[in-house]
């Protein structure tokens, strides 16, 4: 009696201390890094991060869950002070980021707050820069895109000799409504010397400008010469050597469009300025375009840069240049090099906030590279599954800024993740099959108009053949669901409804429920474990049940929109449905014959899914993007918060598995794992 009583107290004291932990993929999109005295910064999609021992612990800042944090700024004479301009990014043939809002935090990053004053309402800041002379005065550079569609919406370049408290249109002979203001670069030697670039679309050209003042912002000058500073103007610490990213027009080039700053120009004295990047070994001018650059401390001769084709390094000022090798070091996706950083008090040690990844470190100049695990900063997760013969082995489509979706696995429950290289621009549906051949849904060009079934064999990704779909099937989302038994059976829905069934592994198709009214399109589709013969069609207006799979369906009474709906595994007669335009949730315990609204969550915005414990059909977890997870062990009565270790209350899905095992898949924030905190009594043996 002794030892069972023991062995259930450590289980209750086991199961009391779980919380989710971060599994990764690790490694989101990073836009800045910075070294300033001890302290690291990192600006990331996740938000604003520090760490105080040289990248071994992290801390959140700030973040703004709808919002990416894009820039940061931090006063060199006070590292309390800080900046940051959080935006919203918008996807398409010029991708980027817009709606860019201003916040300030003057204790450290404890507390934050936007500033406002004398900035139009419609502002969008492209770029922020601080006078390294007098830290209190900034320069903003106001852009005219909102959602990718150039128009004039407070367009041009700010001042502010307040430390942000006040601001002041600063753009006196250069202030064309035209003009989309995209950078701002204050000398750090010469007081009142400031550079400044704009740029506007008109038809299919692309048009750049580039300006000087010579009286801090007050009157512009506008300047012939494109071999300029527009981005990140800064002095040699040891011989005054001036280095900036300067913008070119762009170009066409194999299929893309590039408008950015391209390259890294050099002055002696801040009078002249030459190119130093035009010799960079890449393949293009959209290749070459550079994105950032870091210059060594204690050399002014040695420059990196990241491009579109890597991570590069010149020891000559820019006579040669070497590749770093920088893409590959994860066998995976690494993307462009945003931000580089080197260490002040020792130039072997380089930062590199990449587009796809993560951050990364090198301590031997460039030659070799880790990881650093900023946990906070992950990929975003839209969909996981499980393989069914082995539990280890996970499946997740997640998406990144340079890769917009891709298929990436665990074969140790999240330990570590390889990504199984699709080649496509985004997947969508995610299942897997009984014998654990996984599927994926997946669009089959860059403008996201056509998409097809796609199966893995260990090595690459293979098309099926699938009947002619119609055009409703274009922008629709892609459901594809795999009978738990069977492995020959599979279900695809084509457009928004119409829904296929296989039951040879792809080869062959047969429709089993089309009914085009518009406005009832297919959300869901659900198989009964217990018996896969019966589904659960779920649409914008009705539920149906077939017995038969699929040759038969017939209409089930609701009492509301349904937006997701889930059954008990061990007992699949008790249902739960999520009303679609209020937090409520609704139970049916007879096969979904009859429904019951289920109180206590009045105080959610909504519901955004809902999931049910495969051993216990009262443990039930629901998610909100506002709230979190919450869970309830009475069958929906009552509910409390199941967040603990969690960073984000954005989720995209929960996964319960039949081994006691949560799952969540977040945004920015990748997957989280926790036991599920209940364990059942074991019998002592005889």
Not at 438 to 466: E, H, I, K, M, Q
Request: net charge negative; proline share 6%; with cysteine.
């Amino acid at each position: 009696m002794k030892h069972l009583l023991a062995f259930l107290i450590l289980c209750f004291i086991s199961a009391a201390q779980a919380q989710w932990a971060p599994i990764g993929p690790f490694g989101g999109p990073v836009n800045v890094v910075r070294i300033i005295g001890e302290q690291i910064f990192v600006v990331g999609d996740g938000g604003v991060f520090a760490s105080r021992d040289r990248g071994a612990t992290w801390n959140l800042l700030f973040r703004v869950d709808d919002r990416r944090a894009t820039q940061l700024v931090v006063d060199p004479t006070d590292l309390s002070t800080l900046y940051a301009v959080f935006a919203t990014r918008f996807w398409g043939e010029l991708a980027g980021y817009y709606d860019g809002r201003l916040f300030k935090s003057s204790d450290g990053g404890v507390t934050w707050r936007e500033l406002v004053a004398g900035l139009p309402p419609n502002r969008s800041i492209a770029a922020l820069a601080m006078d390294p002379k007098k830290p209190s005065t900034l320069f903003a550079a106001l852009q005219c895109a909102e959602n990718g569609v150039t128009q004039s919406i407070g367009s041009g370049f700010y001042k502010s000799v307040d430390a942000g408290e006040s601001w002041a249109l600063s753009s006196g002979g250069f202030n064309r409504n035209d003009l989309c203001g995209r950078g701002i670069a204050p000398d750090p030697l010469i007081p009142q010397l400031v550079y400044a670039y704009t740029e506007h679309v008109a038809g299919a050209s692309f048009f750049t400008h580039h300006a000087r003042s010579t009286d801090g912002g007050a009157t512009w000058q506008e300047l012939n010469d494109v071999n300029v500073p527009s981005h990140d103007l800064l002095a040699h610490p040891r011989s005054g050597r001036r280095f900036a990213l300067a913008n070119t027009p762009g170009q066409p080039s194999e299929g893309c469009f590039c408008g950015f700053g391209t390259a890294v120009v050099v002055s002696d004295d801040g009078s002249t300025w030459k190119r130093i990047t035009d010799s960079l070994p890449t393949p293009d001018f959209c290749q070459s375009s550079v994105r950032s650059f870091a210059v060594a401390p204690d050399s002014d001769q040695t420059v990196y840069v990241g491009t579109g084709a890597g991570l590069f390094v010149t020891r000559d000022l820019g006579t040669t240049w070497a590749n770093l090798a920088f893409s590959g070091c994860l066998g995976r996706p690494v993307g462009v090099a945003n931000s580089i950083a080197i260490d002040p008090e020792n130039s072997a040690t380089i930062f590199v906030g990449a587009s796809s990844s993560g951050l990364f470190t090198s301590s031997d100049r460039g030659s070799t590279w880790n990881i650093v695990r900023v946990p906070q900063i992950a990929t975003t997760v839209l969909q996981m599954a499980i393989d069914p013969t082995d539990r280890n082995t996970l499946y997740a489509t997640a998406r990144d800024v340079d890769v917009a979706s891709a298929v990436i696995r665990s074969s140790d429950g999240g330990a570590t993740w390889e990504t199984l290289t699709l080649g496509l621009p985004n997947g969508l549906g995610l299942a897997i099959a009984a014998d654990g051949t996984p599927y994926v849904v997946a669009y089959l060009d860059s403008r996201l108009t056509r998409t097809s079934l796609f199966t893995f064999d260990g090595a690459s990704w293979r098309a099926l053949p699938l009947p002619p779909f119609s055009a409703e099937l274009l922008y629709q989302p892609g459901l594809v669901v795999a009978d738990p038994i069977d492995a020959r059976i599979l279900y695809v829905t084509a457009g928004p409804t119409t829904l296929f069934k296989t039951t040879d592994a792809g080869i062959t198709w047969q429709p089993v429920f089309t009914e085009a009214i518009a406005g009832n399109e297919i959300r869901d589709l659900v198989i009964d474990r217990a018996d896969p013969s019966t589904l659960y069609l779920l649409r914008v207006h009705s539920l149906l049940k077939s017995d038969d799979g699929g040759t038969s369906w017939q209409q089930l009474d609701v009492p509301t929109e349904f937006r997701k709906i889930a059954l008990a595994t061990s007992n699949s007669s008790i249902m739960y449905a999520v009303d679609w335009g209020a937090p409520r949730l609704f139970k049916s315990t007879d096969g979904g014959k009859t429904w019951g609204v289920l109180g206590a969550l009045s105080r959610y915005i909504s519901i955004d899914g809902v999931v049910v414990d495969p051993r216990e059909p009262n443990v039930v977890y629901i998610w909100s993007n506002r709230n979190g997870i919450l869970r309830s062990t009475d069958g929906g009565r009552t509910w409390t918060d199941f967040n603990d270790g969690l960073t984000t209350a954005v989720i995209n899905q929960v996964l319960a598995d039949s081994s006691g095992r949560l799952f969540a898949a977040t945004v920015r924030n990748g997957i989280f794992s926790r036991p599920t905190g209940r364990r059942r009594a074991v019998q002592p043996s005889r």
